[in-house]
């Protein structure tokens, strides 16, 4: 029995809710994941620190490590002969993929050497990755647009809060 294929449900439709349920959803639970939960280690770094470059491998780390966490969560959730969610050896990369990037991309602007610069490029890139976020489960998942960027700005806002409460706990 599969259980995204029901009798009644057209051939486009099987098409389109197995995509949605083996490829998109994997890859967005990642992107936010990795653009979400990445974020507190990183600026709790650089708000103790103040050195952009610290605050970068601090945030490489967790991209990496929280990639291959959600590759290997996701991989071993379920085997896909249950839930017709297909291979979980590509829903993990799909989804550790999407953890690595949606963590490294507002990790990059650490490279700057400057620390007032640095933040306010990650920050920049930070409301980025809300609105594509906000974005693509617009788009994927027929959520409205303004409910969707709530979501995840509610999310990132309560983790940008206890980020820089630890990081400027830390520095003193």
Do not use: C
């Not at 017709?84 to 993990?92: D, Y």
């Not at 602007?109 to 490029?121: D, H, R």
């Amino acid at each position: 029995m599969n259980a995204i294929a029901p009798a009644k449900m057209p051939p486009a439709s099987v098409e389109a809710t197995s995509f949605l349920l083996m490829r998109v959803q994997p890859a967005l639970s990642g992107l936010m994941d990795g653009s979400l939960s990445t974020l507190a280690p990183i600026f709790a770094v650089v708000l103790a620190t103040h050195h952009p470059l610290t605050a970068f491998f601090a945030g490489a780390a967790t991209a990496l490590g929280a990639g291959v966490s959600m590759a290997f969560s996701e991989g071993l959730s379920d085997t896909g002969d249950l839930t017709g969610r297909g291979s979980p050896a590509l829903r993990g990369a799909i989804t550790g993929g999407g953890t690595f990037f949606g963590g490294i991309f507002h990790t990059l602007p650490f490279l700057i050497p400057g620390y007032a610069a640095a933040l306010a490029a990650a920050i920049a890139v930070v409301a980025a990755e809300l609105l594509i976020l906000a974005w693509l489960r617009h788009k994927f998942f027929q959520t409205s647009f303004p409910r969707s960027f709530l979501a995840v700005t509610v999310g990132g806002a309560i983790i940008a809060a206890l980020s820089a409460a630890l990081g400027l706990a830390a520095g003193g």
